[in-house]
């Protein structure tokens, strides 16, 4: 025979030579795939019920898929894959703001705002002021960057997952920064949630005795011409879940405070309640050419 | 903060932690898991586009699933990981038959025939008389055990992917073994076939350069009081496909030819046209409690 016969021993190697003539890349994706898969089976000697269950919990996830939910990205997220492939594409080296996931909730389009407008369109929640400045890696102010923000209500939900109770939009913005980089808007405190726990990725969850919360944050995606962008959060501090997020997304450099401020002028100004809270976010883009290792290198 | 924040170098570790509350053998099945899922996407450097060419793979795969198609294990049986687990869960240590994989085809009850019946019902193929004793580990006869066939038609075919086409239950049967522990059964030589492939799985094959074909066999699932059962499959030597089975069943062990025998007299005895082909199968069972080594140990 020309080619080996299956065996227990060599079982990952049988399995990869079956793809010799597979394009390179592939070959290479498969390969790793099959021999973490092999190990996988062998280290935990798998047995046949197991197997038939993890069958059924990869049907029974196809099965949730629709349109408005993706039940494979979230099992991706509570393993912590998604963090990771988010992570090695985006090596910062220390030069810019780290990023974090997307999550699955930047299904519209944000609405363009002017600087200094709310994003709370139903006044509900602790109000707050954002600020913050865009800046290449030296610091240089970025004048044509892009922020677009998107968060959950105080109650922790986002306007797409309760039409008619939200406003559409709310909790979004798209804004341009001003000539020195900065942007500053009205917004309110959001709330920790869980990510959807209904399906069979939060019967994982549970049977392994974990809860499926996030800690309050709002989303930013950063962009502008010549430089990268950044997709990242920006972390209560002190948010319950705080060091426990379901996805593990929070980085220690994304945490930020949110203090208390008793300032009447600067409430007026800024068309605010006092006291009111307050977070500085400061986002540092990569030069476009100044691209770190790319992943796997 | 109580927990370790996610890191690049220790995102396995990290992710393994928030199983600590786990009951032991999840705990241990989704370390493992999460090791192996997260040494893959390092290894080979995933990209963000080919993570949801993954995500998006997975729930095409979970969408093709209904109740007479499934599609992960199509999945597990072409990337070999049926096959091992088949093989560490009924380890021989050389005293029994080998086993492979049950295949989806033995969906439906065999129907009980006597011995020397002929399991093809409408003689379409080239017929064949099957012979075998099933004996114990030290050779010894096994008088009471139950010998259930199936396999493919000359087309390639099983009955259940022809009805109306192919009589119901072509191809199957039910045998009890006689005093001495022997079986024989008239049937045709099968054909080669293809698994499904037009679905996700078909296209990761056809992508990588491979062929969904499987050698010609007869499955046989042979059960005894007191004895192990195996699940096996006997092959058809000179098969095209043979050496490149798409879901690697093939262990050398179950290869048989098969003759072409010109016996007047052996064919009017069986009521076999003549000349006819002829195979001959020992199954050899272990006792119940002589179990191999369990998987895992």
Redesign the interface.
Known sequence: ???E??S?ER??E??AA??????PR?????T???T?????????????Q??EQG?AF??A???K?DDVR?E??LL?DV???????????H?TAGGSTESTVTGPFHVVASPSRALGDSISLDGKGEPCLVTGQVTGPDGEPVPGASVDVWQASADGFYDVQQPGIQPERNLRGLFTVDADGRFWFNTIVPRYYPIPDDGPVGGMLH????HPFRPAHVHFIVTAPGHQTVTTHLFVAGSPY???DAV?????SLVRSFPLVNDPARAAEHGLPNPFRTVHFDVRLLRAQDAPA????
């Open positions: 025979m020309d080619h016969l299956f227990e079982s990952a049988v399995v079956s793809f010799a003539s597979a394009p592939l070959r290479e994706l498969l790793s795939l099959v973490h898969l092999h190990a996988f089976v062998k280290e935990t000697g798998l047995t046949a197991e197997w069958i990869l049907t996830a196809g099965h898929c993706q494979f990205i991706s393993l912590g894959v998604s963090m990771l492939v988010e992570t090695i594409n090596r049977a392994a005795g974990r705080i060091d426990s593990f997304g929070v980085k220690e790319p992943a796997g290198d």
